[in-house]
């Protein structure tokens, strides 16, 4: 009889353990719609600008930290279009993000699962111009009025259908992105910060 009682368990226990079975690493692609806007705050300014539709690709690394536990480490590479719209100018700067977030997964069943996250991005802009109806005007470099680093605050979450995935999010920029030094008509007198701001609407694949 205890033979059978000890049989029954390690059966019980191989099922409990082939079930929180997790994968151990998750390479992603990610694209989808980013609606970004900048905050501004000066001396005569405080509000922010209308919306700008832009894009967002990348790729993804997800990294288990301990075995039998849905926490994640994830980084990856990101190609981002930001920016806003005042008064017939729209700013379109890109950047280049570097995400490190925590994530933890929530099985619903054998293939839907939600995963909420949060963490850093560190953005560099590699590139931008800010249009008007007289032409174009570059926002990055010794031209430009805006600070190419940015650190921004990202949380979210993911539902995932076997390997496809549907995610929303929002970006909160930290740093201040106008140049100390700045001179640029396109912008109000007395300006003293910009802070970019942005959701994002993703799908994915998961390999």
């Known amino acids: 009889m205890k033979r059978y009682l000890l049989l029954l368990c390690a059966v019980l226990l191989t099922g409990a353990v082939r079930a929180q079975r997790l994968e151990k690493n998750l390479l992603g692609v990610r694209a989808g719609l980013e609606l970004s806007y900048i905050r501004a705050t000066g001396e005569y300014v405080y509000g922010t600008t209308n919306p700008r539709s832009g894009f967002r690709l990348g790729v993804s690394d997800q990294v288990l930290l301990w075995r039998g536990i849905p926490l994640y480490v994830e980084t990856g590479v990101h190609f981002s279009s930001r920016g806003g719209r005042f008064n017939g100018v729209s700013f379109r700067p890109m ?11 929530f099985r619903l069943g054998e293939r839907v699962s939600i ?14 111009k800010a249009r008007t109806p007289e032409g174009w005007n570059d926002l990055f470099g010794n031209a430009g009025f805006i600070r190419r680093s940015d650190l921004t605050l990202r949380a979210g979450a993911e539902v995932s259908w076997r390997r496809i995935c549907l995610s929303a999010g929002f970006d909160a920029g930290c740093l201040d992105l106008l ?3 700045y001179q640029t008509r396109l912008l109000p007198a007395g300006m003293e910060r910009l802070r970019s701001r942005s959701f994002t609407f993703c799908i994915g694949y998961d390999f």
């Open 95 to 105: 950047y280049l993000q570097l995400p490190l977030l925590a994530t933890w997964r």
């Open 115 to 128: 995963r909420p996250y949060a963490g850093v991005c560190y953005d560099v802009g590699i590139g931008g």
């Open 179 to 181: 140049r100390s030094d």
